[in-house]
């Protein structure tokens, strides 16, 4: 690594390339617990039927006055903490969410203000349920070629003010929280993020969305009054999609790394559907033990999810020092992606 000025990026010269680590880590999720139970009270719906399409059993709903920075600045507290890093010396700031605070300015900078990270340069990214992998391998590559030292990565959502709260097809399925990670370069000897594969396709992009609030369909009386302003799924064709481009994103990603599927000791997915991790298990010929799975507590926290499996597996020790992880992801867009990492922070 090259010395530098805060928050300036190494011109070509400068550059080297390094190994990055996961050397912070931490979560949040906010107090409401909102039961299948609460639910059958809300839409036509059961606890029994969401827990045979879905796994789920409950998810948390943030407070009326908590938005995605408020969940984000908490989780991100967490992982500077872990990482024993102070807030001036983060050099940049990705908030990867599709609930932003505003349309702008982006939720990083809201973050940075709350935390006081008053050198780091900080951006939003849009890319639904893989946000959280997105902006790991755009920080990683930052911090591999020296640009960057330290990176906040920070995936937080609050799913419940874009669901139709009468639309039980979705209403039943998503969650609030936050999840974040600190990269920075490996220590000594230490592998870090081996691999990364990412992928998208627009074509399908009508699948799942929300069709009004953006320069397309911009607000209007009528957009409210047609419940335009909700993320809508056609549910049975993104699960499909989902099933596959995870496969095989996680295929490649752990042949980019030359690792084999029997050496991965925990898989990490996007937390969208018990049944989704199932099939993913059985396709992978790897068992369910070996899954991070809390989608019966939390749903689907869209970008949060990942951080916030990987916050809750590593505290109650179940990831450990020198185990290889594999994360993969898939959400609107289509987006999708796989990472493969050794962790270790010492
Ligand atoms: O995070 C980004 C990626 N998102 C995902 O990966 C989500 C992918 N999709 C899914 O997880 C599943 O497709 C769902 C959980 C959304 C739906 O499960 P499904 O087994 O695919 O159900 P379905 O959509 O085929 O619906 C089956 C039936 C329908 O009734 P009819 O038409 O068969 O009479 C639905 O109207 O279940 C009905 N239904 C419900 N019934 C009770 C749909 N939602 C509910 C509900 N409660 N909440």
């Not at 102070?86 to 300015?105: G, S």
Request: net charge positive; proline share 3%; hydrophobic share 45%.
């Amino acid at each position: 690594m090259t010395s530098q000025a805060p928050g300036r990026i190494a011109s070509a010269a400068d550059r080297t390339v390094c190994r990055v680590a996961v050397m912070g880590w931490g979560s949040y999720a906010p107090a409401r617990v909102l039961t299948n139970r609460d639910l059958e009270r809300m839409v036509a719906t059961t606890h029994e039927w969401i827990v045979e399409r879905t796994g789920m059993r409950e998810r948390r709903v943030a407070a009326e006055h908590e938005a995605t920075s408020d969940l984000a600045t908490l989780a991100a507290q967490r992982a500077l903490q872990t990482a024993n890093v102070a807030p001036a010396e983060v050099d940049m700031i990705l908030v990867a969410t599709i609930t932003p605070d505003y349309p702008f300015p982006n939720t990083a900078c809201l973050v940075q203000s709350r935390l006081g990270c008053s050198r780091a340069f900080c951006f939003g990214l849009e890319a639904a349920c893989s946000g959280f992998l997105y902006g790991m391998e755009i920080a990683r590559a930052a911090v591999a070629t020296g640009g960057v030292r330290t990176a906040l990565v920070i995936g937080a959502e609050k799913m419940t003010s874009i669901l139709d709260w009468q639309d039980r097809t979705t209403c039943v399925l998503f969650g609030d929280g936050a999840g974040a990670v600190v990269l920075q370069p490996a220590p000594a000897g230490r592998r870090g993020i081996i691999s990364t594969v990412l992928g998208s396709d627009g074509s399908l992009a009508d699948l799942l969305m929300m069709p009004a609030g953006g320069s397309r369909h911009p607000a209007t009386a009528a957009t409210v009054a047609a419940r335009q302003h909700f993320l809508k799924m056609r549910g049975r064709e993104v699960f499909r999609h989902a099933v596959q481009h995870m496969c095989e994103a996680a295929r490649e990603a752990l042949s980019k790394a030359g690792v084999k599927i029997q050496d991965v000791r925990w898989i990490i997915p996007h937390q969208a559907n018990l049944r989704i991790i199932s099939a993913i298990s059985e396709r992978l010929g790897c068992p369910m033990d070996r899954f991070v799975v809390n989608v019966e507590r939390y749903g689907n926290t869209s970008a949060a999810s990942i951080g916030l499996a990987l916050d809750e597996a590593v505290r109650d020790g179940r990831i450990r020092d020198g185990d290889v992880v594999l994360m993969v992801a898939f959400g609107a867009g289509f987006t999708w992606g796989a990472t493969v990492l050794e962790w270790g922070a010492k």
